[in-house]
């Protein structure tokens, strides 16, 4: 396998790199003959301490060298391990530094050829289990210096070669190989660019291997995604063993495809779904593509406005069938068919997973199919942190157990390129998967273009998880943790310090338990927190998140989805008398080059993900701070939101910026907007067809424009998602009558506050606006008046 253009640099510990004796002279030497003859790069490192810090930093090491006889250093007051560990004692006795450097190392890079240098004492003193984590021994002053130099580079060229995993190893090989190319793309290897300016800028733009690697199916030593087959198929399968699958496909069009294969594969026309509710969108389209009989789980939300899990007695048998006993759609010859498919959203938006463990039993009766919807949740099985809250869980299932599914968006929280999903399957007790009636489903969503670079992505993103998924992890769940711990210390110091002061919450615990004792979040230990999942299951008795009626053991909060939340309203749902519009503050965020993930209410989320950095928490904090600062002082508003201020000058000139947080918080106050936003979603509407028959509607053009104001009485034909909160509050086919009128009266007021507020609409899917009479106004299509 031939080598990426990465240099793999070769990282050398050792205390003599300096030192005017003949040891540090032939460490010099070795250097040189490494960077000289062989072509490498070196990094020289001094002591344990830098070393360690290097290798958090850096996962680029082609080899590393440690000497032996590293000096012990007196480590700063406080300081902890690699595994938060405080240093051992530095006097007599201490295990040799480099002993716990080579631990620790292993611990970070887990195939990175570790050699070790040794002195005149040979293997002397050096504990066999040192020697088990590492790949040779250097003899530093028998040997020759090309001798050692040819060691290290042997010992590089076999693990770069072993770095690609096998579908971009050969893409790369292949790219490399500079062939004629006459098949598609036009482009053919990028050479199609240069012939017009704004080619040649987007060839310069991203760089030839871009183009080298975008190949024609045609190309046989790169397999095939449809059949599965050659290098393709062996990544598959790689992948389906590093999630813990039976099988696994690739979807390179996101997980809204890779939840419409999963469902045209096993759900025809009129079968019945048991359907979350809070599903995405694609989980929708799923249904009318497929011709499903819908009934909804229907999950809890808090006081504040925050989506919760589903009650755990929906799960149960006895509800189901009631369910369906009064669904009015389902005729009364298929009452009594099983469940087709079941289809629940892991995590929830917010971060809250299911003990998928507990949730399999309670379905595994009545329904043929189980599907998690693990979108934001690829990570899972990597960190032990969520052991038993994800699809894949290797757990002992019930002979009778159904085929489970997952889709997983690789490309939102791991490596992989935009729309590069994957879906997982676990066959049944009983009922197998057949690779090849499932793939037809597959095929008829894939493209026969492929983008190569989308697979090798998923590929790669697979390998890095073999490889470091657990550290990488436990990296991101720690600083998620620091974080939090952050957020409510800054809160408390300045409480303390100006008294009644105010910032920015967390939705976490106030309190843990650690042991016998309740111990403050901020205080409690990182590495109690990030190695317990107890602290985070939620219950009953620590009820910090406001979903009172929560069953024990049954819901976690995922450390590394962070909600903060804005002053304005209490978990019991008391408006304050002052408060702050999450939307103002994320709008500012915006403003300063910070793009959270979901703003609701009084809160927004943000992701701690694996390309997080300390830095960027640093901003964010500083950002907030400002934020707080401009509020405090009532800054002009068009400090703080230039870009309203300057769309609507005559609304919002010349007012302070917490002016106006708190004349849209009076706003809420007094037209109990997250009331009127409960009652909405707690009702499911009457159906009067399936949403496959109002799509049908849309195909036959027998539909309308109508506006919000003329709706009552009418179907809207398409489903309806406000953001906040992203969840359908009317699916296609159900009908906007008096039961549906908490419905009507909340997107009223939506469209309401929008006049109010210009500048302030968010997203409504299903709803168009229109311009009359100096204002907005909403309409949806529906079914024409016959
Ligand atoms: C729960 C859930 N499922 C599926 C999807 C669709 O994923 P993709 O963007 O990969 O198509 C999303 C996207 O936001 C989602 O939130």
Request: with cysteine; net charge neutral.
């Amino acid at each position: 396998m031939q080598q990426t253009d990465i240099t793999w640099p070769v990282l050398i510990i050792s205390a003599q790199f300096n030192a005017g004796n003949d040891e540090g002279f032939r460490l010099r030497e070795l250097e040189r003959e490494l960077v000289e003859v062989h072509g490498l790069s070196v990094i020289p490192s001094m002591s344990r301490a830098d070393a360690v810090e290097l290798s958090r930093s850096r996962s680029d090491f082609g080899c590393i060298v440690v000497d032996w006889e590293l000096p012990q250093e007196r480590a700063p007051a406080g300081s902890v391990d690699e595994r938060g560990r405080k240093p051992a004692a530095e006097a007599g006795g201490a295990p040799p530094v480099a002993a716990g450097l080579i631990e620790n190392l292993r611990t970070r890079h887990a195939h990175v050829p570790i050699l070790l240098l040794t002195g005149r004492s040979g293997l002397e003193g050096i504990p066999a289990e040192t020697l088990e984590r590492v790949d040779g021994c250097l003899w530093k002053t028998a040997d020759t210096v090309q001798f050692l130099a040819g060691r290290v580079k042997m010992h590089l060229d076999e693990y770069v070669a072993s770095v690609l995993p096998p579908f971009f190893g050969e893409l790369v090989k292949y790219a490399r190989e500079y062939k004629y190319a006459w098949h598609t793309p036009g482009h053919m290897g990028g050479a199609g660019f240069l012939r017009s300016p704004a080619g040649v800028a987007m060839f310069k733009f991203y760089g030839e291997n871009v183009f080298r690697a975008d190949l024609s199916i045609s190309v046989p030593e790169l397999g095939s995604l449809l059949d599965h087959s050659g290098v393709t198929g062996d990544a598959e399968r790689n992948s389906a063993r590093v999630f813990g699958a039976d099988h696994t496909y690739y979807v390179l069009n996101g997980t809204s495809t890779a939840n419409q294969v999963i469902w045209r594969s096993a759900v025809s026309e009129d079968d019945i779904a048991f359907v979350d509710r809070n599903c995405h969108k694609s989980l929708n389209y799923a249904m009318v593509i497929t011709g499903a009989l819908p009934v909804y789980m229907i999950p809890r939300r808090n006081r504040r406005g925050i989506i919760g899990p589903v009650r755990l007695e929906e799960f149960s048998p006895q509800f189901i069938r009631r369910r369906i006993r009064e669904n009015e759609l389902i005729p009364g010859k298929l009452k009594r068919r099983r469940v087709k498919m079941s289809a629940l959203t892991n995590s929830t938006y917010d971060g809250l997973c299911y003990n998928v463990s507990v949730i399999k039993k309670q379905l595994e009766k009545s329904v043929h199919n189980l599907h998690f919807d693990e979108a934001w949740y690829a990570y899972a099985r990597f960190h032990p942190i969520y052991r038993d809250h994800y699809g894949m869980a290797a757990e002992p299932l019930d002979p009778d157990h159904p085929p489970v599914y997952c889709s997983q968006s690789t490309h939102k929280l791991l490596t992989a390129f935009s729309q590069a999903s994957m879906i997982h399957i676990k066959d049944g007790g009983r009922v197998k998967i057949d690779p090849d009636r499932f793939n037809e489903s597959y095929m008829m969503h894939g493209s026969t273009s492929p983008q190569y670079s989308m697979i090798a992505s998923l590929d790669v993103a697979t390998r890095m998880m073999q490889d470091n998924g657990r550290v990488m992890l436990d990296d991101i769940i720690r600083e998620a943790i620091d974080l939090r711990q952050k957020v409510v210390s800054i809160g408390r110091e300045l409480r303390e310090a100006r008294g009644g002061n105010w910032f920015f919450g967390m939705w976490q615990p106030r309190k843990v338990r650690v042991g016998h004792k309740s111990v403050a979040f901020e205080e409690a230990d990182t590495e109690f927190l990030a190695k317990n999942q107890s602290p985070w299951v939620l219950s009953r008795s620590n009820n910090w998140h406001g979903f009172d009626d929560i069953e024990p053991g049954f819901v976690m909060l995922d450390p590394i989805k962070l909600t903060f939340t804005t002053p304005g309203i209490d978990e019991k749902g008391r408006m304050a008398a002052e408060g702050i519009p999450a939307s103002v503050v994320t709008d500012y965020l915006i403003g300063h080059g910070i793009v959270v993930e979901k703003t609701d209410y009084y809160s927004f989320l943000l992701l701690n993900s694996l390309g997080t950095t300390e830095a960027k928490q640093g901003t964010l904090l500083s950002a907030l701070l400002g934020f707080k600062q401009l509020y405090d002082e009532n800054r002009p508003l068009a400090e703080a939101l230039p870009r309203l201020v300057a769309a609507w000058p005559e609304r919002y000139d010349g007012l302070g910026l917490k002016d106006h947080c708190q004349a849209i918080h009076e706003y809420f106050r007094e037209h109990d907007i997250l009331g009127s936003m409960q009652q909405a979603f707690e009702i499911i509407p009457d159906q009067a067809m399936k949403p496959a028959d109002a799509y049908r509607q849309v195909v036959g053009g027998n539909v309308e424009y109508v506006p919000l104001d003329a709706m009552m009485g009418r179907i809207p034909v398409v489903m309806m998602v406000p953001y906040p909160p992203g969840i359908p509050i009317m699916m296609g086919g159900e009908v906007m009558n008096s039961r549906a009128r908490p419905v009507y009266d909340y997107l009223k007021l939506r469209q309401d506050f929008e006049n109010e507020f210009p500048g302030h609409e968010s997203d409504i899917h299903g709803v168009e606006r229109e311009k009359r009479s100096g204002g907005k106004y909403f309409k949806t299509l529906c079914i024409k008046k016959s």
